[in-house]
């Protein structure tokens, strides 16, 4: 497997120079290129839609990280110069790219890792929230500040956020407006790496890279029974999951990776 970066596909994603893509081995590295805070609009919110969908179809893609360029912000979110006139309208599409954009993420059918490279304020945080796991540097700063302008976080903050935090850290972040530092965030739960400044990146590339010795087709499987907790009680997941253990059965990958397991080889992943 390759290890150098390369180009991810040039062409396909020419709505927006804001995003970047480039290809690890089976991991697409996605750059939020919009300096100098790396914010978030209508057309880096529909390009990372699109995105997301096509990786979906790419049976060669296993993995995506997402970092910010530069060394300050991995992405300060929103710019509220969209909001600074009390447009109504604006302010409902926006509310509904970033909803779309960010619930794909999070139903991206393989393992999302946002590496964060500098603040990851309102909706970068939320971005953040959106995948995986999360690798912080250790100079991060992480906030959901809005209501401090008069705003709610609405982009799958006010849920995303207690599920990983419980609802007392979410209420001081939300409600009171504090900012984490990259260790806070690792002891509460909220990131599950805290890192050197500079090797967010890397070591996102590096977790994303063992994903390739996982079969793709029971990663598919596994990921919607571990999110699924979040909508419905443990235990209402339990026959799904013997069912989607079966199920597997009906796939090459299956028998291929337990045998390759038994004759001690590495498996050959056919996606199928």
């Known amino acids: 497997m390759s290890t150098a970066l390369e180009p991810y596909k040039p062409g396909i994603f020419d709505l927006t120079h804001k995003l970047t893509v480039e290809k ?136 995303n956020l207690p599920w990983l935090v419980g609802e007392g850290w979410a209420k001081r972040m939300i409600l009171c407006g504090e900012r984490l530092d990259a260790d806070t965030a690792l002891r509460i739960g909220l990131v599950e790496q805290v890192v050197d400044s500079g090797e967010a990146r890397g070591h996102a590339l590096l977790l994303a890279s063992k994903v390739a010795s996982q079969s793709p087709m029971a990663v598919r499987a596994i990921k919607p029974l571990i999110q699924g907790a979040r909508e419905r009680a443990p235990t209402t997941w339990l026959a799904a999951e013997r069912e989607r253990f079966v199920d597997l059965f009906d796939a090459a990958d299956t028998r291929e990776g337990v045998n390759a397991f038994l004759e001690k080889r590495t498996a050959n992943w056919r996606n199928q």
């Open 24 to 159: 690890h081995g089976h991991t697409a590295l996605l750059t939020i290129n919009n300096p100098p805070a790396n914010t978030w609009d209508r057309e880096s919110l529909i390009g990372l839609k699109q995105l997301i969908d096509h990786l979906d179809r790419d049976d060669d893609i296993y993995a995506l990280v997402i970092t910010g360029q530069g060394g300050k912000f991995f992405s300060a979110g929103a710019d509220l110069k969209l909001f600074a006139d009390g447009d109504k309208a604006r302010a409902r599409e926006m509310a509904s790219r970033f909803g779309e954009a960010f619930e794909r993420l999070s139903a991206f059918r393989g393992v999302s890792i946002a590496a964060i490279n500098g603040y990851a304020m309102g909706g970068g945080l939320e971005c953040a929230l959106a995948c995986d796991i999360r690798i912080a540097e250790r100079q991060a700063m992480m906030a959901l500040p809005e209501a401090s302008v008069g705003l709610l976080p609405c982009a799958g903050g006010t849920q």
